[in-house]
């Protein structure tokens, strides 16, 4: 199970930032890879940002590099998605999520369709 902690989602000027923390329960984090996802009005779901339990340097999408940074506290099993200089093409509902390398149809990629555990969906909106 992945739930919030800290500060969950909201809405933000366009400039500014907003910092999403995921909370795990019933299994380790840093034995799994953490993918990030968002899903705005009318598209698919994409991934933003994957991370590999192996501490690889994690992959950022094109459309946020540079702005956005991942970064877990094992210690308390939480992962966090620090998002900066935030633009209205940010706006969309935001997910994380942990999928385990030891699965039968393991994708290092974090498809959004192997992941294993999800958190719940929270809405970031950008006002222009």
């Known amino acids: 199970l992945m739930s919030a902690a800290g500060v969950w989602g909201g809405l933000v000027q366009a400039g500014g930032s907003l910092r999403l923390s995921c909370a795990a329960s019933?299994?380790?984090?840093?034995?799994?890879?953490i993918g990030w996802f968002r899903q705005a009005p009318g598209k698919e779901r994409e991934v933003i940002s994957c991370s590999s339990s192996s501490n690889a340097r994690p992959y950022y999408a094109d459309t946020v590099k540079g702005r956005f940074t991942v970064s877990s506290d094992y210690a308390r099993n939480t992962v966090a998605l620090q998002m900066n200089s935030l633009n209205s093409e940010d706006t969309a509902v935001y997910y994380c999520?942990?999928?385990?390398?030891?699965?039968?149809?393991?994708?290092?990629?974090?498809?959004?369709?192997?992941?294993?555990?999800w958190g719940k969906g929270t809405q970031v909106t950008v006002s222009s």
């Open positions: 019933g299994f380790t984090l840093d034995d799994y890879d």
């Open positions: 999520a942990a999928v385990d390398p030891d699965d039968s149809d393991y994708d290092p990629r974090c498809n959004v369709y192997g992941m294993d555990y």
